[in-house]
């Protein structure tokens, strides 16, 4: 039975809605409502779900936790999960030094930009104010993650309030400018970051998600792309900020993505798959030159001026220790690379639709572009909400769907098996061909 809710619903045109479904309960892969309909999680209740729904060992953490410590301030005081935490994510995270906690991505990315500025302010470097990054990049929604991740279709309206950014652009496979191919256009933009770089001595850093764009539309980085954006940060002095919220601990096929990419950064922050999904936590890492720009007397006013209520939870990281320690014992990172293969085998079956224009997968992660016609690639326009539709379509199809314009996203439980991932396509499948007549 739906419900009449009273809480206002994030990213939700709240005209389309006079109720909802209410979740009751989950179990594996699935999320349960009040009338025992099922729904598989195809997006991992936002991404951040890892091993599906009351997993005994994460739960059983959250409860022993609970009856020892269930929160002390990090101000002046630290506890035990916290600390054992920080020491797990350092030793993953090559060239990483310290992490300052948080509670979402949005803040811990808030974070990076205010260590990344006072940085330079801390070593005098006072004129180095500006922040460049890559075009339909997303960081998050308070005002500072915003700005450096401005997406126009989510964030136009607040654009005078938000501070001016350098967006270079950003190589789309699917959505080449006319004259150049996708190897000329890679080029084009990593000339543009040079040309930014060479001809701006002002800017702090650079910004960037790390192995693709995710909100922004499921952009895949070529090969060799960020690699390249790092060593052009090295060379004219230019923090690199990575945003892995969304693309570490798995997603894309590593448990650190910019190792992958061969970017080691300055500052990284970490959020979403950290707790397994089950709390909110984030962190923020940062190497020791930038950690050690900010010690002094303190009358130097040098220190961070930064810290949340919740900031290092004992509850919160007593699950995500316990998480980390799930990843090892099930050897998670080798079972994602193997299982996203299945992503490779419905290529063809998904491309076949009259709707669907494009593919972008890496890892447990894939965007399925709809359009109204393929030769223009004109993406599909109803009147009605695109999520609306294919929540709708895919209830009736048994799997949870939240689209992000007209691109379906696929972001399943990290432990998500074979034959569950062969499921989740087909529903898929039969969900945008049953939503043809309402979306063209």
């Not at 953490?61 to 020892?68: D, E, M, P």
């Not at 060239?95 to 006072?118: C, R, T």
């Not at 379509?393 to 569950?420: C, D, F, Q, W």
Request: a positive charge; hydrophobic letters at 35%; charged letters at 25%.
């Amino acid at each position: 039975m739906k419900k009449k809710s009273f809480v206002w619903h994030p990213n939700t045109q709240m005209k389309e809605w006079d109720s909802f479904n209410e979740i009751v309960k989950s179990k594996g892969m699935y999320l349960i409502d009040s009338d025992g309909n099922n729904y598989f999680d195809a997006v991992g209740s936002m991404w951040c779900n890892v091993w599906g729904h009351s997993k005994p060992e994460l739960t059983n953490a959250i409860s022993r936790q609970c009856k020892k410590l269930q929160h002390s301030s990090m101000f002046n005081l630290t506890n035990e999960p916290a600390e054992r935490l920080a020491k797990s994510l350092i030793k993953i995270s090559p060239g990483m030094h310290k992490v300052f906690y948080s509670d979402n991505g949005s803040s811990a990315m808030e974070i990076a930009i205010k260590m990344a500025l006072q940085y330079w302010n801390n070593i005098g470097e006072t004129k180095k104010t500006k922040i460049a990054t890559l075009e339909n990049g997303y960081h998050g929604d308070t005002f500072g993650a915003m700005a450096v991740g401005y997406v126009p279709e989510f964030f136009g309206k607040f654009k005078k309030q938000l501070f001016p950014t350098i967006q270079i652009p950003v190589p789309n496979k699917y959505r080449i400018p006319k004259g150049y191919d996708y190897l000329d256009y890679q080029n084009y933009c990593l000339d543009k970051v040079e040309k930014k770089f060479s001809n701006d001595d002002k800017i702090a850093s650079f910004v960037m998600e790390s192995g693709a764009q995710v909100a922004g539309g499921v952009i895949i980085f070529p090969k060799g792309f960020q690699t390249k954006i790092s060593k052009l940060c090295k060379k004219y002095n230019i923090l690199l900020v990575l945003d892995e919220i969304a693309t570490g601990f798995g997603r894309l096929g590593s448990m650190v993505q910019y190792t992958e990419q061969k970017s080691i950064p300055d500052i990284v922050s970490f959020g979403k798959m950290l707790t397994g999904g089950y709390l909110t936590m984030a962190a923020t890492l940062a190497n020791k030159k930038i950690y050690d720009s900010f010690l002094g007397q303190f009358n130097d006013w040098k220190h961070l001026f930064h810290g949340h209520t919740y900031t290092g939870n004992p509850i919160s990281a007593a699950v995500a220790n316990e998480n980390l320690k799930l990843y090892k014992k099930n050897n998670l990172i080798k079972k994602i690379q193997k299982t996203s293969k299945i992503f490779e085998e419905y290529y063809d079956k998904i491309l076949e639709i009259k709707t669907v224009g494009d593919i972008r997968h890496k890892g447990m992660l894939m965007g399925i572009e709809l359009v109204k016609d393929k030769k223009n690639k004109t993406p599909i326009n109803p009147k009605k909400s695109i999520n609306k539709i294919f929540f709708e379509e895919g209830r009736k199809h048994g799997i949870y769907l939240r689209t992000l314009g007209n691109i379906i996203m696929l972001v399943p439980p990290l432990a998500i098996s074979e034959e569950e991932l062969d499921f989740l396509l087909n529903r898929t499948m039969d969900t945008i061909k049953s939503a043809e007549n309402k979306t063209t």
